[in-house]
């Protein structure tokens, strides 16, 4: 009907048609906003013909549709109309179902205690006029207003009489069953809540019911989040979004898109639960209630006192207590009071906190998982008092509480602040005890999110729980800790990555899914990866943007960002994999292998040296400090040399800058590997696993009294170990390969890139060899997956600030991370022989950016980059010696070894030989 109605007979001056009513029943529930139009437009014709009854049902039908839009004053201006028109009582069924209609607008003003009112008199009128259904939409709507004004125990006899006495009718069922809902989660009877919730939206969504099924599923996802379920919670918000956004009810858009911001941020994800905050405050300042407006305003006060930032946080504790009157808004009364409180523990006012907590604790009589969360605070308090005894004995009441409600994120929260209670009262096993509940409670909830974005930031925000454990382990001799240790370990480093490498998703600029609910969604992420692929390509270009465009890169950086996680949550769950136990490593390892792990954890780089008959590990190698200090000083180190760049340095200025340099890696290998030389005896094979600053560091490079590492080991660099294994190929490469591609970019500053792709293509034979403009960026993502071998000459470039803005030179522009991560590979060997190509950006829970996790994550089996600027000649000549090595019968990393040792005889600053760096897994994921 596109908002207007061109049928025949709906003016003042003829009689209303039959199926007026009938289309407007059906309106009003499922395109309300058309019903607005189709009554407005009838009210002259029913005023001048029709009867007193019908008069009043359509201005009822109207202030229903008003009420559906969130148009809630037009709603009840229009049942007052319908009311006075009835005033003579000649048509008191249909006045008691105008003031039925009057309590959802009533309500959503603020006027609980009316909307109740309005509802008792109906449902007096009519029990003694009509009962029935009618009657049971009263006592239905009556147990709603008591359920949203926090009166749960009050509204479920309504609920249930009306659920209990309806003997037909889906959709008003449905209804019912979401407010059963409501009052029995508010009551923490959380599984018959989700039975109710989960009957209320499979009723709606079987009719035409959008608005309602949306409500459904939005409490549906509110209730998997405070179970921990938060991907199950983010799909029932995708699909109550659609609904809303349907039938525009921005109101209602607005409390959803609050809800949904308050699991984002309970997930970490501080900044973008921060806009959607914003955004969805500014939706329900124009078009919603004031309650739903403030209770968006308290979750957003908690998540700002939960970042820190307080003076927000007072202000809106300020804005929201003149929103709310505590009469009529007891349960948000009582969220505000919690806010009340944390805001108090955060400022150290424990006199305030005390009295706050007190009272909340006084109101939870019914609600034994508030209570919890109250207990929570007052422990806090108890354990920043000195009194740990107090603090353990509340917490293990709670505990008991949280376990038999099965509330998997209370129990773990409880269990990690129990675990740091029992380490300082130097109770260590203990505390582990409690620390592995946690940590499994936290994998469980990991394991639910689909979103990359929204896993790694929720479990980048529960590290400390697994640091904790990881280190007390470390700290113990037995093998049964030290392989608990490793496990957690590989729990803790790159699991971002070791995810995507078994759920592999499809190239984006593919063709669109079937899914209907995806295709708007996937093209306009594709809309936006396409300008930013343009954007990225003239940054690295060296042009420089505009203001204009700086803002759009950054809007549009957060749009795709957005749409990737809210496609995700459309997909069906995969499924991770679980990251290898200590005994599966092992049994892969020769006598000759070693592995070193380092892992940052807290204050504290922490080892594990793994190898086939044993495992040792150190909890505190060294301060973090200290070594970002020594990696730093290598840094400019390496800088000074690149700073020369092909010019001539006189012998002495040389020497000087070997010895420096010299220094560097000596200090930092007596931090680093000093401490592990007696158990790095008589092995010739390394994996390092760095941490943090570590990942830029060229341990071959490291030197000791016996010289540089590499003259002892032969070296792989690997972001886990899990991932290491994981990297498998089916058959050894066997040299040369039956499908190699080799592309090279020479230009006027790398002249040599086209000399060195030559050599290498002539070395293989029955390569594809892409040289200068035939090298573009289509012809190389096409070859690569069916290739054994990869290897691209050409300029690199790394961006910290926008990762995905790193890439590759190609013959017609920057092959950019944000294209390279979508190529698919079967166990490829790369080689990217350009500068920069294996620096990586660093996250939290070392998670890496860049274009080695890019194509670890495609499917390689192994890599070749260099960690920094590399000089033309002294490159170009160690990947001679590479391929002669490879042709001599050696391996990637003897080969990668075997050139490092021959070009240092030519290029001895380790500026020049040292900038690769290798990882490669052997036939079924060996890892070393």
Known sequence: MNGIDDRPGIDDDVTLPDDLFTDLDRL??????????????????????????????????????????????????????????????????????????????????????????????????????????????AAANIGA????????????????????????????????????????????????AETAFGHAARLLATGEMSWAAAIAEGNLAD????????????????????????????????????????????????????????????????????????????????????????????????????????????????QLLTLRARLAVARGDRDEAETLIATGISGTADRPIQRVRWSLMEAGLARSGGDLARAQALLDEALTVAEHARITPLIAELREVLAGIARESGDDDGANVHARVAVEAFEGIRGTIQ??????????????????????????????????????SERIRSRTLLDVMKVQTGD??????????????????????????????????????TDAQIRELGDRERAAAHLADRLATLRPPSGFDAPLPLDRVQ????????????????????????????????????????VSDLVAHV?????????????????????????????????????????????????????????????????????????????????????????LAGMTMAEPLAFPPSRALVAGVPDGFAPGLGDEARFVAGTLPGSTLLHAGDATREAVLSAMPASDLVHLACHGRFDAEHPTASGLRLADGWLTLDRLADVRLDGTLVLLTGCETGRVRVDQGDELVGMVAALIAAGASGLVTSLWKTQDAAATALITAFYNSLANGADILTALRDSQLAVRQRFAHPAWWAPFAGVHAGPKGRCT
């Open 508 to 545: 984006v600029e593919s063709p669109a899914p079937v899914a209907g609910a995806e295709r708007p969604l996937h093209e306009e992420l594709v809309g936006h990866r396409r300008w930013l692929n343009w954007m990225y390509s003239q940054l690295a270009d060296g042009h420089e943007p």
């Open 587 to 626: 049994a892969d390892m020769d006598d000759a292998d070693v592995i070193l792990s380092y892992l940052a954890v807290g204050d504290s780089v922490t080892v594990q040296v793994v190898t086939a008959g044993a495992v040792h590990g150190l909890s505190d190698l060294a301060p973090v400090g200290t």
């Open 223 to 334: 209730l998997a989040a405070r179970q921990g379920a938060i991907g199950r919670s983010l799909r029932h918000f995708e699909a109550s979004r659609r609904h809303l956004e349907h039938d525009e009810a921005l109101g209602d858009l607005g409390r959803l898109n609050a809800e949904e911001a308050t699991v984002l941020a309970s997930s970490g994800l501080t900044a973008v639960a921060r806009e959607a905050f914003v955004a969805a405050i500014a939706l329900l300042s124009a078009h919603g209630a004031p309650g739903d407006l403030a209770m968006a305003q308290i979750a957003y006060g908690t998540a700002l006192v939960d970042a820190g930032a307080l003076p927000e946080a007072d202000e809106l504790l300020t804005s929201t207590n003149e929103l709310i009157d505590a009469g009529e808004h007891g349960d948000l009364s009582r």
């Open 28 to 137: 009003v529930v499922t395109e309300p906003s058309e019903a607005v139009t189709l009554a407005t437009a009838s009210i002259g014709a029913a005023d001048a013909t029709g009867s007193v009854e019908e008069r009043i049902r359509l201005r009822r039908m109207l202030a229903m549709a008003y009420a559906h839009t969130n148009q809630f004053e037009k709603s009840l201006e229009t049942c007052h109309e319908a009311i006075a028109l009835g005033h003579d009582g000649s048509a008191p069924v249909e006045v008691a179902r105008v003031r039925l209609a009057s309590m959802q607008p009533l309500a959503m003003t603020d006027r609980a205690d009316d909307a109740i009112d309005a509802g008792q008199r109906a449902l007096q009128s009519l029990e003694s006029h009509e009962g029935g259904v009618m009657a049971v939409r």
């Open 451 to 488: 979103a990359d974005r929204l896993r790694q930031s929720y479990h980048r925000h529960r590290l400390g729980a697994y640091g904790d454990l990881y280190r007390s382990l470390l700290g113990k001799a037995d093998h049964g800790s030290q392989a608990e240790a490793f496990e957690l």
């Open 145 to 192: 207003i008591y359920a949203m004004t926090g009166r749960p125990a009050a509204a479920l006899p309504y609920l249930n009489r009306a659920r209990h006495h309806l003997s037909d009718g889906a959709v008003v069922l449905g209804q019912i069953e979401t407010n059963r809902g409501t009052a029995l989660a508010a009551l923490d009877r959380f599984e018959e």
């Open 635 to 723: 840094q400019f180190q390496i800088g000074r040399v690149l700073a020369h760049g092909g010019t001539q340095v006189p012998a002495s200025r040389q020497a000087r800058l070997r010895r420096d340099m010299d220094n560097a890696l000596a200090d930092l290998h007596k931090v680093l590997i000093e401490p592990l030389d007696g158990w790095l005896d008589g092995k010739s094979r390394a994996v390092v696993v760095p941490s943090g600053d570590l990942h830029t560091v060229p341990f071959a490079a490291l030197l000791g009294a016996g010289g540089y590492l590499v003259d002892r080991l032969t070296i792989a660099t690997a972001p886990g170990i899990s991932i």
